[in-house]
């Protein structure tokens, strides 16, 4: 009985979320990789089917009409439905409207994007085509076509990858004469000192998400990894009690007791964080890569050119964390059209289209080629100038475990940066907890 109200609670939930999926329709094609086999299925000669696409909200653009409107225009058979997303900052509703859909056996999606996250767990249940054989791997970062292997199979096609990096107020470290942080101890001593000089009650010193959502994990990594520490190793078993663990979650505690970081800052994700730095209010920003075309338009932003960016800091000793981010593209395995399906992802995923991307919504194209365009480089150099920030790329817990465990670690750490749990305490609830899943 109780298996069965969580079933429906869960059923109803999905169902709460679907309602504000919104639909439409657009267009798209050209593919990124080899050809979908003859395996796939096909329509009859003549016979214009309809695809499927559920795709993420890109932070406020619409980046799929445009889009897909070349694609119908190269693939005259072939129809696009789209059904918009929110965007990544509601990741967890997100997952479950797709677990919901795909583990109902229908096939009311056929292809989809998804966070690099959820690939092993989509994997091993046997909801997503594997796609080796519809692209080609050596054009993409390594990094990321192992990332979206599982099993030795590729599960994805790839889209974009991001990463936390550091924005700064360029001009007021140039005016009180410091460098940008190397370690996370520089950057209390300096926003302290910035903002005793500044005397600005609205200054605040330094923002990262502590909303208990997807990216208060995403900060966690980095954090815990920057100090040495790691939640599982590579057979999947806890290591989360550890002296790196106390010193990471102590410190993230520590920023909003000392007053470098609001309290207001629990109830951020990456929207709010970002309007209260690009409003002139914050010396230090930890957000992903399309803050930066957020900071440098004057219409939206009061600091434009007066913002830097740099790989995030670490405990000294330690070496700078980057959150590997970023959704991909995956093919549900029973995609009424599976054909079309792949074509479609192909085509997102082509060399043509990632330079949409990151022309338009400053995506990390997965494609180094994409970062070789010279329109690109003049248009948006800061894009072509991460390198040192995906240096230092680390992934979540590869497993297919990692809902649970993403779950878990909002809640716990979330209450650890509330006081609700010491530091230690918090720490060991976590690691008694993993090592029952």
């Given at each position: 009985m109780k298996g069965t109200k969580k079933r429906i609670a869960g059923w109803l939930a999905a169902i709460a979320f679907i309602s504000t999926v919104v639909g439409g329709c657009g267009s798209g094609s050209g593919s990124g990789g080899a050809s979908p086999s003859s395996s796939a299925s096909k329509p009859a000669d003549g016979e214009k089917v309809t695809i499927r696409f559920a795709g993420i909200k890109t932070?406020?653009?619409d980046s799929w009409t445009e889009l897909v409107k070349q694609f119908e225009a190269r693939n005259p058979g072939i129809h696009v439905e789209v059904h918009q997303l929110p965007p990544p900052s509601k990741s967890t509703e997100i997952h479950q409207y797709l677990v919901t859909a795909l583990s109902?056996?229908?096939?009311?999606?056929?292809?989809?994007?998804?966070?690099?996250?959820?690939?092993?767990e989509f994997a091993s249940a046997g909801w997503t085509e594997a796609m080796d054989d519809y692209v080609e791997k050596d054009q993409y970062y390594?990094?990321?076509i192992e990332a979206l292997t599982y099993q030795g199979k590729l599960a994805a096609i790839p889209w974009y990858v991001d990463g936390g990096m550091l924005y700064y107020r360029k001009d007021l470290l140039e005016k009180y004469g410091r460098p940008v942080p190397k370690t996370w101890e520089e950057l209390v001593e300096t926003a302290k000192l910035i903002k005793e000089k500044e005397q600005n009650p609205k200054l605040e010193g330094f923002l990262w998400q502590g909303k208990q959502a997807e990216v208060l994990v995403c900060d966690f990594v980095e954090f815990l990894t920057s100090a040495g520490g790691a939640?599982?190793?590579?057979?999947?078993?806890?290591?989360?009690?550890?002296?790196?663990?106390i010193k990471a979650l102590s410190f993230m505690k520590?920023?909003?007791?000392?007053?470098?970081?609001?309290?207001?800052?629990?109830?951020?994700?990456?929207?709010?964080?970002?309007?209260?730095?690009?409003?002139?209010?914050?010396i230090f920003l930890r957000n992903w890569s399309y803050v930066w075309d957020a900071s440098q338009d004057p219409a939206n932003s009061k600091v434009a050119g007066k913002v830097g960016v740099a790989p995030l800091?670490?405990?000294?000793?330690?070496?700078?964390?980057s959150t590997m981010g970023g959704y991909q593209f995956m093919v549900a395995k029973n995609a009424k059209n599976k054909e079309a399906a792949i074509k479609f992802a192909q085509f997102l995923s082509s060399r043509e289209s990632q330079l949409y991307y990151a022309k338009k919504v400053a995506f990390s194209p997965t494609r180094p080629a994409v970062l070789e365009d010279e329109e690109l480089r003049k248009e948006s150099p800061f894009l072509t100038e991460l390198a040192d920030v995906f240096n230092g790329t680390v992934a979540r817990p590869v497993t297919p475990k990692y809902p649970q465990i993403s779950l878990k670690l909002q809640a716990t750490v979330s209450a650890a940066l509330t006081g609700s749990l010491s530091v230690e305490k918090a720490v060991e609830m976590l690691d008694r907890d993993f090592k029952r899943f």
């Open positions: 932070f406020g653009e109902s056996g229908q096939n009311d999606i056929d292809v989809f994007t998804g966070d690099v996250v959820w690939v092993p390594p990094g990321v939640i599982v190793d590579e057979n999947e078993k806890s290591v989360i009690n550890s002296p790196e663990t520590s920023t909003l007791d000392n007053g470098i970081s609001p309290k207001s800052l629990l109830s951020y994700d990456e929207e709010p964080s970002r309007t209260v730095f690009t409003d002139g209010n914050a800091p670490s405990f000294e000793g330690g070496k700078s964390a």
